[in-house]
């Protein structure tokens, strides 16, 4: 941890690469912080090293429609969009967002994507 450096952080490990998902990004950081604090209080000897284990992939796929990768078993289709929304939602980090969130799906749900037409934008700055 002494020679930690911004370049170290973007680097390649070849002996023992990890797949860049924001699984292992989320992790690395948990690592990050727990090893740091325990330099900080003069623990450094009991600073392991990093270690990942793959708990599985989820992807959305529009239309309600979704897949899910995990060791044991594999799914698709709206129950696998439905747990990619659970799992959306429990990361979200602050209150206000678990609130916000689950209202726009709602109102997404019920009137559709709000989408801006650039076209329409591009005339309108074009008259001006």
């Known amino acids: 941890m002494d020679q930690c450096s911004p370049l170290e952080d973007c680097s390649f490990i070849e002996a023992n690469p990890y797949p860049c998902t924001a699984q292992v990004a989320e992790r690395e950081g948990s690592y990050v912080a727990k090893s ?6 003069g623990k450094g000897s009991e600073v392991e090293s990093f270690s990942w284990k793959n708990i599985g992939m ?9 897949l899910a990768d995990f060791p044991t078993s594999k799914l698709q289709g709206f129950k696998s969009w439905i747990l990619w929304r659970s799992v959306y939602f429990t990361k979200l980090g602050s209150w206000r967002s678990r609130f916000q969130v689950p209202f726009d799906w709602m109102r997404t749900f019920i009137w559709g994507r709000d989408v801006l037409s650039f ?10």
């Open 119 to 128: 076209r329409w934008h591009r005339e309108l700055m074009d008259h001006t």
């Open 36 to 41: 740091l604090g325990l330099l900080a209080q």
């Open 58 to 66: 989820l992807a959305y796929l529009g239309d309600y429609q979704g």
